[in-house]
């Protein structure tokens, strides 16, 4: 006997982990070269040198057990302070090392703040599609609900008055996720607003807050110029959720941390919640080494490698005729899958050309996959002919790309 629900969780197949499983076998059978994986959100660009010589230093240290010790659930002192004055200074608001509270990783972040904020069984979480198909595991571990807002297409942003509909008196949270995973979005400050016009209202009528959880792991990997607001100031009943994973390239290092800022209502409660949360999930404390490392260096992300693989993707993509959404930020590229069944796409690009990308039906967007371009440009280099023989091949069935 087990509970469940969990062998529910544990036997039901992930799309993502499963392509990626794919690639690893078919690359150990015949060779790096035979897959171009697309499926996993797992850079392959190097961390930042900064945080290579933290490692290097804190790997010298000759006190090496200060590095490995326990440090408190909270994280240690000395670096949220120093967490808490960076974001200090790029936010504007004043924060401090009591707003933070160091997880490993997003997801633990995402599911002690959901885990926190379900006050019964049945109170739901909302996340606008296309949404990381995880927030589904994190909204209801503790009972709770997960409900999808249907994508607003074209422009893939959030449809407020839609939201708005959707919220009763047992909505809790609602999700944001920009850049977005999988669509490449940032959300425009306007589009943030008008939320965040909805959900004061909204909050009003039900008579108790409607926390925002913001889950920003791409935060830093924005082109062009593209504005990421932060959203605690445009909403204050928002919480933060961070991670190094993708903006320091530690993804198997488990580092991240929420912020819960002044701004939120009753936010000593809901931090002490929270590391509650933490606590009956099985956390102890952040990866101590990783805590050190992250508030040693102060790096950004290798912008120009995904920018680089983002334009000769997305330009051969739209060349053969894919239809495509440019990605402003992360490392995700969306593609109308041709003929409309994104499983049917992937499983052929998969079986004919060892090209693996994910359907997107699991993140709320039937019809297309996403391409995880943070991988090696020899992939995309060696990938792009055999996208081209895809698109031949559905012509050749009559079936338009477009
Ligand atoms: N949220 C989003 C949108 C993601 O894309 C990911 C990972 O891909 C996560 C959360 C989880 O990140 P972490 O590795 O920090 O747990």
């Known amino acids: 006997m ?14 993502i982990r499963e392509l990626f499983a794919y690639g690893q076998k078919i690359k150990a059978e015949r060779g790096e070269e035979a897959v171009c994986d ?19 230093t804190f790997a010298a240290s000759d006190d090496p057990m200060a590095l490995h010790g326990y440090t408190a659930a909270e994280g240690d002192l000395g670096v949220r302070k120093t967490l808490a004055d960076r974001d200090t ?11 933070y509270f160091l997880t490993a990783g997003a997801a633990p972040a995402l599911t002690a703040v959901c885990y926190a904020l379900t006050v019964g069984a049945g109170d739901e979480f909302i996340a606008p599609a296309p949404y990381f198909p995880e927030y589904a595991v994190f909204s209801t571990v503790a009972g709770g609900v997960f409900r999808a807002l249907p994508a607003r297409l074209p422009d893939l942003g959030i449809d407020a008055e839609a939201l708005g509909e959707m919220i009763t008196p047992a909505t809790r949270g609602v999700f944001i996720n920009s850049p977005n995973n999988p669509s490449g979005v940032v959300y425009t400050r306007e589009n943030l607003l008008e939320v965040a016009a909805v959900l004061t209202e909204k909050s009003r009528e039900v008579g108790h807050p409607i926390y925002l959880i913001c889950d920003e792991p791409y935060r830093e990997l924005v082109y062009d110029g593209a504005e990421v607001p932060y959203l605690p100031a445009i909403y204050p009943a928002t919480v933060v959720c961070y991670s190094y994973s993708k903006s320091y390239s530690l993804p198997g290092d488990r580092i991240g941390y929420v912020l819960v800022p002044p701004t939120c209502p009753e936010h000593g ?3 002490a919640a929270i590391a509650g949360a933490a606590r009956t999930l099985g956390h102890v404390c952040a990866p101590a080494l990783l805590q050190y490392v992250v508030a040693a260096a102060e790096a950004k992300p290798d912008l120009a490698f995904y920018d680089a693989n983002r334009r000769t993707l997305y330009d051969a993509l739209t060349s053969c005729g894919y239809e495509c959404v440019f990605p402003a930020g992360a490392f995700y590229l969306l593609c109308r899958a041709p003929g409309g069944d994104a499983k049917a796409f992937s499983e052929e690009a998969k079986t004919r050309e060892g090209i693996l990308v994910v359907p997107c039906d699991g993140f709320g967007l039937p019809g297309y996959v996403r391409i995880a371009y943070c991988v090696a440009p020899s992939v995309i280099a060696r990938s792009l002919s055999g996208f081209e023989r895809l698109a031949v091949l559905y012509r050749s069935r009559g079936i338009s790309i477009k």
């Open 2 to 15: 087990w509970n469940q629900k969990a062998f529910e969780r544990g036997n039901s197949r992930s799309v």
């Open 89 to 99: 200074r790029r936010t504007g608001e004043p924060l401090t090392a009591e707003h």
């Open 269 to 271: 409660e809901l931090r």
């Open 38 to 56: 697309f499926s996993l959100g797992n850079p392959a660009t190097p961390p930042p040198e900064e945080v290579l010589t933290a490692f290097r």
